[in-house]
């Protein structure tokens, strides 16, 4: 079992991060990052990078591909090369999926025609502008293909494919060794749940949701 | 405002990540990510290297400390120069913080003599070994010291830390903007909560321990 997480310039790090933890602790699990050359791929913070350890070439054939999100989505979703390893990749793979705005980069490789996916709650009209009608869901199945919501929600996607991959003992046990036993002290994670006006702010400026939507 | 996020061998990406990730969202904010020497600096699972942009020396004051831990703690709990930079870095730190096993070696460096503070759930004893008694809190504050549980505990710390920083709404807006609206498909997150068997496996065998509580 190879799951192979893409890296570009400006992506989001929980976005990467946050289903890596989890999956690559999948018993058997070789997980690689990549990136159109190795070295090390710097986030949208701009306060870290981190290290591609394989050419998109030399991993052709991962079982699991994992594309993260970005405020600069379209870095990727406007790349001949990125598009053609997804699609190579995704020919072959056993789960094609995305965190946040990585959707809008599957969608541009043409592989969520007609299907059901999600993406940053910020970036619901460029989902559909590529032709995808964005759930509301956190974690969205269409077969194969594993979309997730804005950048923590990789966590969740990631324990509903550890079940789907090794059953519900291997995924309790690793939410059990994370410690994932979620207790924000607020309640603000959805633009259904956030105060009404710190949503409206957020929807209103071009400038915010450029910013914002990683 | 400052803040340095400790690198060493083996730490566990996703304790320097998941707070990282809304924590260098505070507007003002500068993170940097610090390490004996500047490079990749590989992580527990062996197969992702984040880079640190700047050595210990050249962050001698950082406004906040994060440690994430990781399996192998001790390569920074035994390193000399590593606890010397958190002992001068704590002298005039706002917040000391740690995630996981982070705080057995903000304990190892002496800085959790007398306070409240906790770990990862396989780690209590270890903590203990070092004279603090852990809480079964999932983040513990104690005057500027907060130390959270285990790997993704380390988000609600963020959390509880940038309402104390800046406010509820800036608080709220992170978590709205990074959709923080956990929705695991299991309640497995900690021993309290996870079948028993898989609890008593974990807590039976020393190697399950050294390999599990990153």
Redo the contacts between chains.
């Keep these: 079992m190879q799951i192979a997480v893409l890296l570009y310039d400006r992506f ?3 976005d990467a ?2 289903p ?2 989890l999956l ?2 999948l018993p058997g699990a ?4 990549v990136a159109k050359e190795t070295g ?1 791929v710097r986030n949208d ?1 701009g ?5 591609a ?1 394989r050419t998109l070439a030399e991993v052709p054939h991962p079982d699991i591909v994992l594309v993260p999100g970005g405020p600069d989505a379209r870095v990727a979703m406007d790349d001949p090369e990125i598009l053609d390893w997804l699609r190579t990749a995704d020919a072959t793979s056993t789960w094609t999926t995305s965190v ?1 705005t990585g959707s809008l980069i599957l969608a541009s490789a043409g592989l969520l025609k007609d299907r059901r996916a999600t993406t ?3 970036a619901f009209d460029e989902l559909r502008a590529l032709g995808v009608e964005p759930t509301g869901e ?2 969205v199945f269409d077969g194969k293909y594993v979309t997730a ?5 990789g ?2 996607m990631a ?2 494919l550890l ?1 789907r991959i090794a059953g ?2 291997t ?3 690793i ?17 259904e ?3 009404a006006e ?2 409206a702010y ?1 929807r209103g400026g071009d400038k915010g949701r450029a910013d ?3």
């Excluded at 070789?30 to 990052?33: A, D, G, L, S």
């Excluded at 306060?47 to 290290?51: E, G, I, P």
């Excluded at 919501?149 to 929600?153: D, L, P, W």
Aim: charged fraction near 20%; charge should be negative.
């Design positions: 989001t790090t929980l991060v946050g890596y933890e690559a602790r070789e997980t690689v990052f090390p913070q306060s870290l990078a981190l290290v350890d946040c940053h709650w910020l956190r974690v919501a804005g950048v923590s929600s966590i969740d324990l509903h079940g519900d003992e995924a309790q046990t939410q059990l060794l994370t410690e994932y036993d979620p207790q924000p002290p607020y309640d603000a994670g959805s633009p749940k956030a105060p710190i949503v957020w914002a939507r990683g």
